[in-house]
């Protein structure tokens, strides 16, 4: 009887596939998903508990901001995927191009939210009126510095795009930087109907 052949044991990675990005991003976006996890928990807590202020609550901030700020990430988003496609089939300058894309629509979310927030602050809305806009300002403020440093790490990639640093075979941070984007760009469409919509 013939023995059988021993199978050289697969890797984990090689097991679930070729992965995008590097254990670093992942180990990242895990880290700042559970920070987002418990922010989204306290929510609940909060809304458990004070169910008049938080139906109140959304009828008294700026849907349209909102709603503007959900589109600008969405297409923020489809920027960077094209970035990632252009970069695969060997055009760096297309590339390039479209992650300016995707840091133009960060920078117009920050500015958005930057006079949602004033024009809050002059009705009367701030972190003292209650614990509904406790916990709006604490949550959006958060995603707020995630948009602005998602947006600076973009700018990085670019600069290295340009220099030759990231090729066609050699791009990782890239997709580093896409996964990442994707993750704040989550964040938002689960903060945009808790904060805005839902009563």
């Known amino acids: 009887m ?8 697969l890797s984990f990675r090689e097991k679930i596939g ?31 508990h004070n169910p008049e202020l938080f139906y109140d ?8 901001a909102g709603t503007a700020n959900t589109l600008i990430m969405l297409t923020s988003s489809f920027f960077v995927i094209r970035a990632v496609m252009a970069m695969r089939n060997n055009k760096p300058k297309a590339s390039a191009q479209w992650l300016w894309g995707a ?8 500015i958005i939210k930057y006079f949602e927030y004033q024009w809050n602050t002059s009705q009367g809305l701030d972190t003292e009126t209650n614990i509904f806009y406790g916990v709006y300002y604490y949550v959006t403020f958060n995603h707020f510095l995630h948009v602005g ?10 600069y290295r795009i340009n220099t030759g ?11 580093n930087i896409a996964l990442y984007w994707h993750m704040i760009d989550l964040a938002w469409i689960t903060i945009f109907p808790l904060l805005y919509v839902i009563r």
């Open 149 to 158: 440093w998602g947006s600076a790490a973009i700018v990085w990639v670019i």
């Open 165 to 175: 640093i990231y090729t066609k075979d050699e791009h990782e941070g890239l997709i």
């Open 57 to 64: 609550g959304p009828t008294r901030l700026s849907t349209v």
């Open 103 to 110: 840091v133009a629509c960060g920078v117009l979310y920050l």
């Open 2 to 9: 013939p023995e059988a052949t021993q199978q050289p044991s």
């Open 18 to 48: 070729d992965i995008p990005g590097s254990w670093a991003i992942w180990a990242a976006i895990l880290a700042e998903m559970s920070e987002f996890a418990i922010m989204f928990i306290v929510y609940f807590l909060a809304k458990v």
